[in-house]
């Protein structure tokens, strides 16, 4: 009951509204957070999906707006939330959900969650043989996890994703010979400075 009431204590309304209250029921401590709806994103996304590249940004960007959301919040409940199976993804609306109903993490600190964040990313942002190199640059940088806390990973983001956006844009626009080029290339490139291909 300590524990988890100390834990519990540090959640404020407005850093995290879907919380509503907490109570002690004889021997038990009851935390209620708003309900919500979704599929784990695990089952939205995998080996061999089909998600249109415009929709994978939107959802990475909606991740990491959530994760910056809990960055106020206790890490034993921020980093536990962040877990795939209290992800949730509504595929209709390209919104992230959170599902509280979760067992806090011990021994959690602000890089988890960034660690954790950036692992969804890359569930959403595959390194597949058609990522391109303004992608596979920012998937780099989370392999190399070298973020603090969520706060700069989010910066990061933003100023990677109009170059993302425009590469991709880029490329859709060429035929299919200049596309293969286009691939062919990057993957001799990748090869010399020995970067993972998949």
């Known amino acids: 009951l300590h524990r988890y009431g100390r834990i519990c204590t540090g959640i404020r309304r407005e850093d995290c509204p879907a919380f509503q209250t907490m109570f002690l029921a004889g021997n038990t401590l009851a935390v209620v957070f708003e309900g919500c709806r979704g ?10 999906d089909r998600w249109p590249w415009r929709d994978r940004l939107a959802f990475a960007e909606a991740v990491l707006h959530q994760a910056l959301a809990l960055a ?17 993804l509504d595929a209709d609306e390209r919104r992230v959900h959170l599902r ?10 602000p890089r ?61 626009k060429k035929n299919v ?4 080029l286009t691939l ?10 020995g970067r993972p291909q998949r």
């Open 177 to 180: 010979v200049a596309k293969g």
């Open 184 to 193: 062919l290339g990057q993957w001799f490139r990748s090869l010399r400075k």
């Open 39 to 48: 599929t784990p994103i695990d089952q939205l996304f995998h080996r061999g």
């Open 72 to 88: 106020n919040l206790p890490p034993e409940v921020s980093c536990a939330a962040m877990l795939s199976e209290n992800l949730l």
């Open 100 to 109: 509280y109903l979760l067992r806090p993490l011990g021994e959690m600190t």
């Open 112 to 172: 988890e969650l960034a660690l954790l964040a950036g692992d969804q990313v890359k569930k959403i942002l595959p390194r597949r043989a058609t990522a391109l190199e303004a992608q596979r640059a920012f998937l780099d940088l989370l392999d190399r996890g070298e973020f603090r806390s969520i706060v700069p990973l989010y910066a990061k983001w933003r100023e990677a994703e109009p170059a993302i956006r425009a590469e991709r844009e880029r490329y859709e």
